[in-house]
């Protein structure tokens, strides 16, 4: 075991303790795959990152993402974290303004908005959900059949069922069943629109959510989110880049939400955090969000 750079961010909040933490190893090199996953589950939060050197000529590092439960192809906190970690430890892309960090599900092109990063959201792939699983996931989150707008199986590499529900109320209060939802092997991402006749600002639907605006000042959002993965062993996901990256995609192409728009998520858990997304002209979603270190110093690994 050596000392190795570390850090720990928290991602998707300008606010430290509001977003998504991530734990970041800016030197993974030598360590293997056991032992990368006893830390994940060690440091027990949803995902942590090891960064290592490159082997695609064109990416600035790479970066392996594991959750307590086992390895990710590719997520969204992480890459924004992992970057924002490696240029504060004095990284240098070979572009400026523009870095590309390779992982699993190949490369991910990232881009700086001032202080924001944003990772261009891989291609997703969806389709409908059977009614069969659908039927099972809405009795495990104890939703009714006319709750659910509509509904899609996303995976951009990892997979989620996404529910559209009617409104942003009955996202908040959702009390899932974990453990049915750890059986059937789904993690599932629930979005909510605000009401016509409700103000544009959620944070106002709720006094917790109220008070972390208060303390905070983060962006009023347009719709709220939530994301449940107990398969890889996370009852609740704070903030989640993935799954957002996918809602997007499939929520803009089918009309639900504009081509640019802020997602809340996390104030069940206390948090605030703050997902921006942006389709571009060509057609590109873009997923932003700030990050702030926490925790700066060293591991041993």
Same mark, same amino acid.
């Given at each position: 075991?050596?000392?190795?750079?570390?850090?720990?961010?928290?991602?998707?909040?300008?606010?430290?303790?509001?977003?998504?933490?991530?734990?970041?190893?800016?030197?993974?090199?030598?360590?293997?795959?056991?032992?990368?996953?006893?830390?994940?589950?060690?440091?027990?939060?949803?995902?942590?990152?090891?960064?290592?050197?490159?082997?695609?000529?064109?990416?600035?590092?790479?970066?392996?993402?594991?959750?307590?439960?086992?390895?990710?192809?590719?997520?969204?906190?992480?890459?924004?974290?992992?970057?924002?970690?490696?240029?504060?430890?004095?990284?240098?892309?070979?572009?400026?303004?523009?870095?590309?960090?390779?992982?699993?599900?190949?490369?991910?092109?990232?881009?700086?908005?001032?202080?924001?990063?944003?990772?261009?959201?891989?291609?997703?792939?969806?389709?409908?959900?059977?009614?069969?699983? $659908? /039927?099972?996931?809405?009795? #495990?989150? +104890?939703?009714?059949?006319?709750?659910? @707008?509509? !509904? &899609?199986?996303?995976?951009? %590499?990892?997979?989620?069922?996404?529910?559209?529900?009617?409104?942003?109320?009955?996202?908040?209060?959702?009390?899932?069943?974990?453990?049915?939802?750890?059986?059937?092997?789904?993690?599932?991402?629930?979005?909510?629109?605000?009401?016509?006749?409700?103000?544009?600002?959620?944070?106002?639907?709720?006094?917790?959510?109220?008070?972390?605006?208060?303390?905070?000042?983060?962006?009023?959002?347009?719709?709220?989110?939530?994301?449940?993965?107990?398969?890889?062993?996370?009852?609740?996901?704070?903030?989640?880049?993935?799954?957002?990256?996918? $809602? /997007?995609?499939?929520?803009? #192409?089918? +009309?639900?939400?504009?081509?640019?728009? @802020?997602? !809340? &998520?996390?104030?069940?858990? %206390?948090?605030?955090?703050?997902?921006?997304?942006?389709?571009?002209?060509?057609?590109?979603?873009?997923?932003?969000?700030?990050?702030?270190?926490?925790?700066?110093?060293?591991?041993?690994?």
């Amino acid at each position: 075991m050596i000392s190795r750079p570390f850090k720990q961010v928290d991602v998707f909040t300008s606010t430290p303790y509001f977003g998504n933490p991530l734990a970041v190893v800016l030197d993974g090199s030598g360590i293997d795959d056991a032992a990368m996953q006893r830390f994940a589950a060690w440091t027990n939060l949803s995902e942590t990152t090891f960064v290592l050197p490159p082997t695609e000529p064109t990416a600035d590092y790479r970066v392996r993402i594991f959750t307590p439960g086992g390895e990710l192809p590719f997520a969204g906190h992480p890459t924004l974290g992992s970057c924002h970690a490696w240029l504060q430890a004095g990284g240098k892309p070979k572009a400026a303004g523009h870095i590309v960090q390779q992982s699993a599900v190949g490369l991910v092109a990232i881009r700086r908005e001032g202080e924001r990063l944003a990772f261009a959201a891989p291609p997703v792939k969806r389709i409908a959900p059977s009614p069969t699983l $659908l /039927a099972k996931v809405a009795a #495990a989150l +104890g939703l009714k059949a006319q709750q659910i @707008v509509t !509904a &899609q199986l996303l995976d951009n %590499g990892p997979a989620w069922l996404g529910l559209l529900l009617a409104d942003a109320d009955t996202v908040l209060t959702l009390k899932p069943d974990h453990r049915a939802l750890r059986e059937l092997g789904q993690k599932v991402g629930v979005a909510g629109l605000p009401s016509s006749a409700a103000s544009p600002v959620l944070i106002a639907r709720s006094n917790r959510e109220a008070r972390a605006f208060a303390r905070t000042e983060e962006a009023p959002a347009d719709i709220e989110v939530r994301a449940f993965a107990a398969p890889v062993g996370i009852e609740e996901d704070p903030v989640t880049g993935s799954f957002n990256a996918s $809602l /997007a995609q499939w929520l803009i #192409a089918d +009309g639900h939400l504009p081509e640019s728009y @802020v997602a !809340a &998520q996390g104030q069940t858990l %206390g948090r605030a955090g703050r997902v921006h997304i942006q389709r571009d002209a060509d057609g590109q979603v873009w997923v932003g969000g700030d990050s702030v270190t926490c925790v700066d110093g060293s591991v041993m690994l």
